[in-house]
């Protein structure tokens, strides 16, 4: 059992050490429900000028979200016109000058404005920072950097499988920067306008930075530079590591920041498009080191599964610091269902997760001594099953309402049903 001592959700945020640490949940096996549950979640926002994401900061506060995750504020080539849809192309990440925050989300001001309303209702706000690539345009373009700025020697990304072009090649004809000693221009110049870049987020109040492309940036970069620059202003990180290979991922965040859990995100996926769920236990990032993890169900380059609300139900009450993507404005602050999860996540998760059974189409896991969650990717039958707990004599309320109440009886063990497609959050009153 894990042990962690308790912390405010500020420092959990943007301590030293990471957000999931407060989402391991506080305290021993012998704490109280009251003292270890808590945990916070955050929202994605995507395309959305920063008016309408101030306009919606209160009930964001009142759902119980801790931060939100926006656009990078800079200069950039696309506008609303280049739009083909509601993400193609995804506005903000072909910057033109990094010393720009106008952008086509809003002005600077506007903004501020934001970041000062975010944190008036106490929500942390955190940016997307692009530090791989400038915009696919002519090097004459970037009024900050020279041609020799960039890596030249391999062009379009063709292999995949070679960490080199991976690492050098111009992802979708993005211009890639040289943050290290691998171009004929000068690296330490490159690297202060991106010191600049983010110093001047800071400036801005804002809380964290989402390390856009990752994976394309070497590990060095980070835990010699971004990462640290990121600690000194004392921000929040997560990076990008758009890759399900949970050995790759786990590289980039023995950097020291935290990353999104792709590689759970793909087994999740799976699992909830009618799959075996047994395939979730232990998977991920998030089953080997939930102090960096990032779970998700869907973002803006990846759409969630079949069963959406499921696969929701499992990534906010697992370990990690989840996020929940907003797709419109509306889509899941009218959500029911999923506010009521945000609700469970910031008032009964925490502990370090026993799965209690792990079955094709059920799955039962405990937060220990905090939270009982039952998961049913079955279309039309409610499943039933017996399950050890770490309670005794206990009376146990579903929290999704769900189903009826449930007893643990003095060995331990508790019957529970979990309706078709369907969840149950289950812990006492």
Known sequence: MRETPRTS??????????????????????????EAAG?????QYFHEPWSTVESDIPTIADIGYDAIW??????AILTWDDQDGRNDPPLGYQPVDLRNFNSEFGTESELQSLIDTAHSHGVEVYLDTVLN??????????PQFEYEHFHHDVGAIDDWSDPHQVKHGE???????????????????????????????????????????????YTDFFSDYANQWADDNGMFKVGEVYDGSVDYVQNYADTGMNVFDYPLFFTMHDAFEYGDMSALEGAGITGQDPWHSVPFADNHDED?????????AYASTIEGYPVHYNLYPSWLLDNDNINNMVWVKKNLAGG???????????????????????????????????????????TLNDYSGNASDV??????????SVPPEGWVFYAPY
């Open 9 to 34: 959700r500020r420092s959990v945020l943007k301590g030293i050490g990471t957000a999931a640490l407060g989402a391991l949940g506080f305290g021993s096996a012998g704490s109280s429900p009251a």
């Open 39 to 43: 945990e916070p979640i955050m929202m």
């Open 70 to 75: 926006i656009q990078q504020p800079a200069e």
């Open 133 to 142: 690539h400038m915009a696919a345009a002519s090097y004459d373009t970037f």
């Open 171 to 217: 992802f979708l004809g993005l211009k890639d920067l040289g943050q290290l000693s691998h171009i004929d221009g000068d690296p330490a110049y490159v690297r202060q306008q991106l010191k600049n870049y983010m110093d001047k987020m800071a400036e801005f109040g804002a809380d964290g930075h989402r390390f856009d492309a990752a994976k394309h940036m």
């Open 304 to 312: 969630g599964p079949s069963q959406y609300e499921l696969a929701f």
């Open 352 to 394: 370090e997760t026993y799965y209690r059974h792990s079955g094709n189409d059920l799955l039962v896991y405990e937060r220990y001594n905090n939270l009982l969650v039952g998961l049913n990717n079955n279309t039309s039958s409610w499943r039933d099953e017996w399950v050890y707990t770490s309670w005794r004599d206990e």
């Open 407 to 416: 007893t643990v009886n003095n060995d331990g063990w508790v019957k529970i």
